[in-house]
């Protein structure tokens, strides 16, 4: 088996110094829209929105931002996917749907059903093999290569609906991979395939010293609690007294800043953090650099990505986009300033906007960083509170404090004819002072936010902060039936969604 690691190894490395003739950003992706374009002319999607037209078009780029509108999910669901759920085919790709990913659902729906398409699946897997080549620039012990991989996903069964199956993105990609690598899959077939999320947990912590794992895969939040419970169940200082050769934790879904410290306290030695962009609609990319923020984004691989400023010009308060927004190509964008990401896909995705808002790192690069949500922001009176924000006062409280938060959100309301936020703090520390928590979050916000600082002595009356114990949060996903680790706790409350919270609050008997 170590002959085996060295190999892929020693194949990377030499992958490595070899110089492919690449084409520009630009290239690629007028190539993918056009295969797009010539694949999807005969859907029905393409035939009312004459597909050919555009194709014999001089300007054909020109003309697809031109004739297409603007997608959320509501919008491309109610037209066109529920067409696709009902066993039509051909409706906006040139099939008949199989599968449908469903959706945490923290924005727009409350529960999304995403079409994945075999083209789709062949997509996921070619970015997968570019980040496995992308691996020669970490400093990867070539052990590992030969380890087990630790996917926690959500539950691979499927549930099926008459003609196509539904269930987590996770469980569908795991039905569909090659056999060879089932051998380094963990936890294995058995217990993925557990509905129960927390029955999975208690067999992976059981079965964890059987295995050997050199890659874990993950939410952070997820990840943290199973690695903390294989700590505790087995009586161990750290994790790699289980797993002595684990040396990368493959991360995505949310920003991994606040969790860094204490994941550091659960491991005996350094290992490579990898950041991934993935998501019920495909994988767009991953960190290629080691000490880079950036992921570079895979622009040869099925999806067009177009990007709209998220400012006041192109969406209102609530974060829904306005008529006709000014879209950029890869090649137009610039550094520092946020946009949200507007996908074209295999998977019969047009002019779709994710809901994620990113900045680019490095435009030479095109590598990106993912600040927000569209829906999840706030600006009661011109704040323009991101997530990104948020993290960095969130990371700011464990460091200044010494504690562990695992999750928060936060709310903002009108508040003595002025406006105020809630903070809602997740730690099961002891003890913790909410107004020092408070404090450290304000000055944070207003070092790095300078709108904030603003309406700080003006429009933004006042800071609110609840500390709350771990478990809140999780209960409040257990109710809602998306306990898991694909699920994540939304950011920001707002409206309906907030109402919930606090009627859930209410009658919970919380201890802080």
């Known amino acids: 088996?170590?002959?085996?690691?060295?190999?892929?190894?020693?194949?990377?490395?030499?992958?490595?110094?070899?110089?492919f003739k690449l084409g520009t950003p630009r290239q690629y992706q007028l190539q993918v829209l056009h295969r797009l374009l010539e694949k999807a002319k005969e859907t029905e999607f393409g035939r009312h929105y004459q597909f050919q037209e555009?194709?014999?078009?001089?300007?054909?780029?020109?003309?697809?931002?031109?004739?297409?509108?603007?997608?959320?999910?509501?919008?491309?669901?109610?037209?066109?996917?529920?067409?696709?759920?009902?066993?039509?085919?051909?409706?906006?790709?040139?099939?008949?749907?199989?599968?449908?990913?469903?959706?945490?659902?923290?924005?727009?729906?409350?529960?999304?059903h995403i079409p994945v398409t075999k083209a789709m699946l062949k997509t996921v897997k070619k970015v997968g093999v570019k980040q496995l080549y992308s691996m020669a620039n970490f400093n990867i012990p070539p052990r590992s290569f030969e380890k087990g991989i630790l996917m926690l996903g959500g539950t691979t069964s499927l549930f099926e609906k008459g003609d196509y199956y539904e269930g987590d993105m996770s469980g569908i990609q795991a039905k569909n991979i090659p056999k060879w690598f089932r051998r380094f899959y963990k936890p294995g077939g058995k217990i993925s395939r557990k509905p129960n999320w927390e029955q999975r947990i208690k067999l992976i912590v059981r079965k964890a010293k059987e295995w050997d794992v050199g890659t874990v895969c993950g939410v952070p939040a997820w990840v943290q609690i199973v690695l903390e419970e294989i700590i505790k169940y087995h009586g161990v200082k750290n994790i790699h007294e289980i797993w002595p050769n684990l040396a990368v934790y493959i991360h995505g879904g949310v920003s991994f800043e606040p969790y860094r410290d204490h994941f550091q306290k659960l491991l005996g030695k350094p290992i490579a953090f990898i950041e991934t962009y993935m998501a019920s609609e495909g994988s767009f990319g991953f960190q290629a650099r080691p000490g880079t923020r950036g992921i570079k984004l895979v622009l040869n691989a099925g999806i067009f990505y177009e990007f709209i400023p998220f400012n006041e010009e192109n969406f209102d308060a609530e974060g829904e986009v306005k008529p006709n927004p000014k879209s950029y190509m890869i090649h137009e964008v610039v550094e520092d300033v946020e946009y949200a990401v507007m996908l074209s896909t295999c998977a019969g995705a047009w002019r779709y906007l994710i809901g994620d808002v990113v900045k680019f790192t490095s435009v030479k690069e095109h590598e990106i960083v993912i600040v927000g949500r569209t829906k999840q922001f706030l600006s009661l009176c011109g704040e323009h509170m991101s997530i990104d924000n948020m993290n960095k006062a969130i990371d700011n409280v464990q460091k200044k404090l010494g504690i562990v938060v695992r999750e928060f959100t936060v709310a903002g309301f009108p508040y003595q004819n002025l406006f105020a936020h809630r903070w809602y703090v997740g730690t099961d520390t002891p003890g913790v002072d909410a107004e020092k928590v408070r404090e450290i979050i304000d000055q944070t916000l207003a070092e790095v936010n300078d709108d904030y600082a603003v309406e700080r002595s003006a429009a933004l009356k006042e800071v609110f902060v609840e500390i709350l114990p771990n478990d809140a949060f999780i209960d409040y996903l257990r109710c809602k039936g998306k306990e898991g680790a694909m699920n994540k706790f939304p950011r920001v409350m707002k409206g309906e969604k907030l109402k919930d919270w606090e009627k859930f609050l209410a009658g919970k008997t919380v201890k802080s």
């Open 54 to 112: 555009v194709l014999d078009s001089a300007n054909f780029i020109g003309q697809y931002r031109e004739r297409i509108p603007v997608h959320n999910y509501t919008k491309m669901h109610a037209e066109w996917w529920y067409r696709c759920l009902e066993g039509e085919a051909n409706v906006s790709w040139p099939e008949k749907i199989k599968y449908f990913a469903l959706s945490s659902g923290t924005s727009e729906s409350a529960s999304k």
């Open 1 to 19: 088996m170590a002959i085996i690691g060295n190999l892929i190894s020693r194949s990377l490395r030499i992958r490595k110094k070899f110089t």
